[in-house]
């Protein structure tokens, strides 16, 4: 059998027929369960890195439609594959750290001189890391602890639901979907809104929040974009996008940091005095990038603010 590539993205999903809740559940939940099966098979067969990024955006995904869909869906199963997928995503998270500080913060790029071989050094440990969390992601995700929870997971996917469901649980799930998103969508945005407005008032540490917020009303709009105008829809992920992706920066930094210093601790002692010279090239380039984004923030969630979605945008009559 040929092992499928990566996928890189989760495929158009289709709502345009303005299905009952319980047809586009499972269509969302199928396509995303694809995903994450292709990209399992592939990270099995290969051990590609991308294949593995792929497997923890995949786990998120779920992880969101479990809450989108939670009137129909039993408190039992939600808590079930939220806490398997949580601890492999968590997992993932780590890795998923370590390789962006590898290529970004102490990237090659960096004007090293005199300080290559405190570079080198850093590089060396940091490395070191990242195949011993890759060795244990390996022995993990190839095991048969995520191939049972997939196999679950699409049992759980093809069965009857109502079976375990009261009647206005089913209820809402034979309804149709349109207004459905429409509530979603504007609870997400309401979340997420309330998380701000300033940005200055909030931790770091708080504006990792907002970013998994802003994440996850840019998965409801990818759920449910086909019900809605392609401009209108495109409006919002341009807004949502550029502010996971400053959000993200300021975060990936602050990661850096912690990874920087855990570094440095673990290098050669003749190194020290250089990788700390080092250590402030970096956080210098890396206060300016900072600045930058949080300013780029700024703009942005001013325009998230006028962004709303309504009936009037849906492209199915009422």
């Not at 490395?127 to 997971?153: C, D, P, Q, S, Y």
């Not at 089913?170 to 309804?175: F, I, L, Q, T, V």
């Amino acid at each position: 059998m040929t092992t499928p590539e990566p996928v890189s993205k989760l495929i158009a999903i289709d709502l345009k027929d303005n299905p009952d809740v319980e047809s586009a559940a499972k269509l969302i939940f199928g396509e995303s369960a694809h995903h994450l099966e292709a990209n399992f098979l592939k990270f099995r067969e290969t051990g590609d890195p991308m294949a593995l990024m792929q497997i923890r955006i995949g786990l998120r995904r779920i992880r969101v439609a479990m809450r989108v869909f939670k009137l129909i869906i039993p408190t039992d199963i939600r808590t079930h594959f939220n806490r398997e997928f949580r601890y492999f995503g968590n997992m993932l998270g780590e890795a998923r750290n370590m390789d962006v500080f590898l290529y970004g913060m102490l990237s090659p790029d960096i004007k090293k001189k005199q300080l290559r071989d405190a570079y080198l050094e850093l590089r060396k440990q940091g490395e070191k890391v990242w195949n011993g969390e890759l060795e244990i992601i390996t022995k993990e995700i190839a095991g048969g602890h995520f191939e049972r929870v997939l196999m679950e997971f699409q049992l759980w996917l093809n069965s009857n639901w109502s079976h375990k469901l009261g009647k206005s649980a089913r209820k809402k799930m034979a309804s149709s979907v349109a207004y459905f998103a429409l509530d979603a969508i504007e609870e997400g945005n309401i979340e997420l809104l309330n998380l701000g407005p300033e940005e200055e008032h909030h931790s770091v540490e708080e504006l990792h929040e907002l970013r998994k917020f802003t994440k996850r009303s840019r998965y409801h709009l990818r759920f449910f974009s086909s019900l809605f105008k392609e401009g209108k829809i495109n409006e919002g992920f341009e807004i949502l996008i550029k502010m996971q992706d400053c959000l993200g920066h300021i975060n990936d930094v602050k990661e850096g940091l912690h990874i920087l210093a855990d570094l440095s601790s673990q290098s050669g002692a003749n190194y020290f005095s250089d990788i700390l010279l080092l250590n402030a090239r970096i956080i210098k380039t890396a206060g300016k990038e900072v600045n930058r984004y949080l300013d780029e923030f700024d703009l942005l969630w001013a325009r998230y603010q006028d962004f709303s979605l309504s009936a009037e945008d849906l492209l199915i009559d009422d």
